[in-house]
């Protein structure tokens, strides 16, 4: 298999064309032959299309020139792929992690056309999976793919490749563990987070860790008449609501006993890298459109996503949901809740904190069920350490000497800390996602020149990691 | 027509048996089928349903020597039917106001048997409308046709029953208008209340009034990522649970400014009557299945219920709905509340203190819209004035000398205020409910014996209030 340009400078997108490397026919026709497989790892009855992605995802791997393994699992099947320098020389390894598995989407959820029959639109692809994960972890795939062609990569290179990114990575702990000798490796690499902005090299050091909780009261046993029992009988949405408005001060700090003990404070050179990345309150009110931005007093938006832990209600239910009013005392009430975590921040440590604190302040006039859902750890790489530097260089060296920016990520990606627990290495972040490619929406896109750009920042990377 | 006992003591229900008056066969014929047509006024294809038992009720009224006729609506008709003694001597006349509607029912709501197929249970009729308003309205009829029978009531009578009371009585007051000269009366009866408990003769001399909105909260344009954007976006479900957190201080009086200015402060004696109901709050809470008892301090749950405004949620929604966690940071959240009122209160003057202290409270990171919907007049009838006195002898005689308690009722009938709106005249609220019947749910019962009681109870009240 040849993704360079064989057959000339391959599809004119119109969004910019790099002078090198020029993608050629048969790329973008693998490319968007990964993204026809409607891999929807939330819909049970895509079980089939999930091994059969696998399965085309093996073959590609093989052609590349790997060895690659199709690792079964209780879910969607988890794609492993290995090259190794021939001559066993002792060299660095590096293991690049992705999923094949996308997001549900709908024509009734917005989309201008099939989201699976990818459309190039201005230089951008159309299509589910176009940014998440696919385009990402195919670029990494050009990249090795090109240097195993032209002699072989400088590093070993072991690729990851699971289907159940989007349901919560369930089953992929167990295979990390399973086959940890053969996934020894020095450094994790995963291109699965935002830059800063078209062309913006960028490096996230950092994840926000999560955990979810419910939270339901129950007062009357059964729904009682408003205006039999209002004012005597306690109403659980009540409850509920000053239980949850208690989460908050007026300075939007969480008032969670003990919620920013572990909390660690960011260096004076984050602050400042958060304010070069350019992104306004303005724009990210803008992005939401939200009538105005709120939140932790003393912090800028950017610095309130990456470096502050929240506490946020997901969703919120009780008595009467239909048209018009009723008058209904209602039984019950309840609410999700997840809390965003950073640096130093324990999920348990917190979910027990969380529930401690809303059974105390929790009157008697109802009874309160506390229910844990998952949690993951957040994630913080210094990059003045480790192949911190070397990620660097190469961002800036694929960008042709563009300024790199840092990022620390308000989202989780809870495998990252799966890698360091289980594998015991750091994980670089180096997402070729744009802020509007509307990952998770409708009509998400990849601008088709990042296929390139994406297998030459894999190229530069694993130059630099075998320098380190 | 002859409900009276002509063929022996009619039925043994063993609930106990009055030996004046028994009821008759063909009264409890009438009776139950009344009871089979199954008049859901809430259910659209049902409009045939109605017509036929407004028919019914019609020829049952001619057939008791009354003057009916059916009034078509925009929604079910309304039966008038008049009594008048020949003669054209200056007497007083009396409205009896009932309804022929029901609330739903289904078997899957718990239902042990059909609920349009009357049974009767140890002396208790078990059926959709036995006690809620058909049984009611039925021993009106009873006590009439038999005075009638037996040469006349001592007052000219007429019969008001609507089709809509379980849907907010909306072409009612239209009705009233247009036939004011004819419906013209010294003073209302209905029958639509809870007793004290069985056998406890019961005056409600007041309801409280309400009045209904909906809150609707949008902060973020769409439904966003709670680990991008939160932590600056605020979250509209917070800010919600923040306002209706702040309708209660913690004493749980409602801090809408000047909701108590107009409310009306309870006699020594009526406190007194309260307790003299023998209600506890213990019995409150059983009856609710509550853990424990609150609401506004200083009063008990019985005065509570009765006497003192309050701030209700009847439902709250936002985000998302499922099982499990979701990390969104939605759009939107709403709520429906509900403001029960007691005297002096007036409704639109509520809602407009209402809506303006959430806007007020409301910060300007999301957008609010309030829509009102209906509301009802508190009503007040001293009973030591007017027919008041005449009714608490009724009643005490009716039952054999039994003292007769006072009653304020949480719930609110908004018919009895359009009655003194439009017809000017006071309304006597001598409901025959029993606190356990079970209105609006499933296995509604009447103790059968309470059709020949309520008989002799408006029979005794035409009397005095001919008197009076």
Same mark, same amino acid.
């Given at each position: 298999?040849?993704?360079?340009?064989? &057959?000339?400078?391959?599809?004119?997108?119109?969004?910019?064309?790099?002078?090198?490397?020029?993608?050629?026919?048969?790329?973008?026709? %693998?490319?968007?032959?990964?993204?026809?497989?409607?891999?929807?790892?939330?819909?049970?009855?895509?079980?089939?299309? *999930?091994?059969?992605?696998?399965?085309? =995802?093996? $073959?590609?791997?093989?052609?590349?020139?790997?060895?690659?393994?199709?690792?079964? /699992?209780?879910?969607?099947?988890?794609?492993?792929?290995?090259?190794?320098?021939?001559?066993?020389?002792? &060299? @660095?390894?590096?293991?690049?992690?992705?999923?094949?598995?996308?997001?549900?989407?709908?024509?009734?959820?917005?989309?201008?056309? %099939?989201?699976?029959?990818?459309?190039?639109?201005?230089?951008?692809?159309?299509?589910?999976?176009?940014? %998440?994960? @696919?385009?990402?972890?195919?670029?990494?795939?050009?990249?090795?793919?090109?240097?195993?062609?032209?002699?072989?990569?400088? /590093?070993?290179?072991?690729?990851?490749?699971?289907?159940?990114?989007?349901?919560?990575?369930?089953?992929?702990?167990?295979?990390?563990?399973?086959?940890?000798?053969?996934?020894?490796?020095?450094?994790?690499?995963?291109?699965?987070?935002? *830059?800063?902005?078209?062309?913006?090299?960028?490096?996230?050091?950092?994840?926000?860790?999560? /955990?979810?909780?419910?939270?339901?009261?129950?007062?009357?046993?059964?729904?009682?008449?408003?205006?039999?029992?209002?004012?005597?009988?306690?109403?659980?949405?009540?409850?509920?609501?000053?239980?949850?408005?208690?989460?908050?001060?007026?300075?939007?700090?969480?008032?969670?006993?003990?919620?920013?003990?572990?909390?660690?404070?960011?260096?004076?050179?984050?602050?400042?890298?958060?304010?070069?990345?350019?992104?306004?309150?303005?724009?990210?009110?803008?992005?939401?459109?939200?009538?105005? =931005?709120?939140?932790?007093?003393?912090?800028?938006?950017?610095?309130?996503?990456?470096?502050?832990?929240?506490?946020?209600?997901?969703?919120?239910?009780?008595?009467?949901?239909?048209?018009?009013?009723? /008058?209904?005392?209602?039984?019950?009430?309840?609410? @999700? =809740?997840?809390?965003?975590?950073?640096?130093?921040?324990?999920?348990?440590?917190?979910?027990?904190?969380?529930?401690?604190?809303?059974? $105390? &302040?929790?009157?008697?006039?109802?009874?309160?069920?506390?229910?844990?859902?998952?949690?993951?750890?957040?994630?913080?790489?210094?990059?003045?350490?480790?192949?911190?530097?070397?990620?660097?260089?190469?961002?800036?060296?694929?960008?042709?000497?563009? $300024?790199?920016?840092?990022?620390?990520?308000?989202?989780?990606?809870?495998?990252?800390?799966?890698? $360091?627990?289980?594998?015991?290495?750091?994980? =670089?972040?180096?997402?070729?996602?744009?802020?509007?490619?509307?990952?998770?929406?409708?009509?998400?896109?990849?601008?088709?020149?990042?296929?390139?750009?994406?297998?030459?920042?894999?190229?530069?990377?694993?130059?630099?990691?075998?320098?380190?």
């Amino acid at each position: 298999m040849d993704w360079r340009g064989c &057959r000339g400078a391959g599809v004119n997108t119109g969004y910019g064309q790099n002078d090198r490397m020029p993608l050629s026919d048969q790329a973008q026709a %693998d490319y968007f032959d990964f993204l026809r497989f409607p891999t929807v790892s939330a819909d049970p009855s895509k079980a089939q299309t *999930m091994r059969e992605c696998a399965d085309w =995802l093996e $073959k590609k791997f093989e052609e590349m020139g790997m060895k690659a393994e199709i690792v079964p /699992t209780a879910g969607a099947p988890v794609v492993l792929a290995k090259w190794k320098k021939p001559g066993g020389l002792k &060299r @660095k390894t590096v293991l690049i992690y992705g999923h094949y598995d996308v997001q549900p989407a709908e024509m009734g959820d917005g989309w201008t056309g %099939d989201p699976f029959e990818p459309r190039v639109i201005e230089g951008m692809v159309v299509a589910r999976g176009s940014t %998440d994960n @696919k385009g990402q972890i195919f670029a990494h795939m050009l990249g090795v793919a090109d240097m195993i062609r032209s002699g072989g990569a400088e /590093t070993d290179v072991v690729f990851v490749v699971e289907g159940e990114e989007e349901v919560g990575s369930d089953n992929l702990e167990a295979v990390l563990r399973a086959r940890k000798e053969e996934l020894a490796c020095d450094v994790a690499v995963v291109s699965d987070t935002n *830059m800063a902005g078209l062309d913006k090299p960028t490096l996230t050091y950092g994840l926000r860790g999560i /955990t979810a909780l419910q939270v339901d009261l129950t007062g009357p046993s059964h729904d009682l008449h408003s205006g039999v029992y209002g004012g005597a009988v306690v109403n659980p949405i009540t409850v509920l609501t000053r239980l949850l408005a208690g989460l908050h001060d007026k300075n939007g700090r969480v008032t969670i006993p003990g919620f920013y003990s572990k909390v660690r404070k960011p260096a004076a050179w984050e602050r400042k890298a958060a304010r070069d990345l350019g992104v306004s309150d303005a724009e990210v009110r803008r992005q939401a459109g939200s009538p105005a =931005l709120g939140g932790e007093a003393g912090f800028s938006a950017i610095e309130r996503i990456g470096m502050r832990p929240t506490a946020e209600i997901n969703g919120i239910t009780g008595g009467y949901q239909g048209p018009g009013p009723k /008058t209904v005392l209602p039984s019950k009430a309840s609410a @999700k =809740l997840t809390f965003r975590l950073v640096p130093n921040q324990d999920p348990k440590e917190i979910t027990a904190r969380v529930e401690k604190d809303l059974k $105390k &302040r929790c009157p008697k006039t109802v009874k309160i069920q506390v229910t844990r859902h998952h949690g993951g750890f957040p994630y913080f790489c210094d990059p003045k350490k480790g192949f911190g530097p070397a990620a660097v260089r190469a961002l800036s060296q694929a960008w042709g000497g563009e $300024k790199v920016h840092f990022l620390l990520e308000g989202g989780t990606i809870p495998i990252v800390s799966v890698i $360091k627990k289980v594998l015991g290495v750091e994980t =670089l972040l180096v997402g070729l996602s744009q802020p509007d490619c509307r990952a998770h929406g409708p009509d998400e896109t990849f601008p088709i020149r990042y296929l390139e750009q994406g297998a030459k920042m894999n190229q530069a990377l694993l130059r630099q990691i075998a320098k380190a």
